[in-house]
Structure formats: C-alpha cells, structure tokens
C-alpha cells in the first residue's frame, strides 16, 4: 500500500498550526466553539433528541494538495 496512491492520511480539527508544521495535510475543519459546545453536551449528558452520544457537527474538508 502506498502513500498517498492508495490511500491519503487526513487530520482533523484543521488547527492553525498545519500550515506550519504540516502544510501539506489535508483536514477536516470543525468550527472550535461548536465543537466545544458538543463536547460539553456530551460529558454532561445533555445530547437532547440524539440518545447515542452522537453529533454532526458542520464541517469541511479543507484539501491541500
């Protein structure tokens, strides 16, 4: 398998710091606040409507090659 012919590695959360430590990974950017605010909801138990802990959040691949 073959890097990135057969597959492409993706971060997640598309922090600040990629573009200097690595600037050529692609990312999937999810607005911080909301992400935070998930997460509070989650630990606290506090999901609403969603009975398995799970949340989409708004999103976007930010594709750098």
């Known amino acids: 398998m073959s890097v ?3 597959c492409v590695i ?11 430590v ?3 990974l692609n990312s999937v950017r999810v607005p911080y606040a909301d992400y ?9 138990g506090k999901r609403g409507a ?4 799970d949340a989409i959040l ?3 691949l930010v594709a750098r090659n």
């Open 4 to 6: 990135p012919g057969d």
């Open 50 to 53: 969603h009975t398995s802990g």
């Open 36 to 44: 935070g605010e998930a997460m509070v909801r989650a630990i606290s």
């Open 58 to 60: 708004p999103h976007r």
């Open 22 to 24: 690595a600037p050529w």
């Open 10 to 20: 993706v971060g997640f959360d598309d922090n600040p710091f990629n573009d200097w």
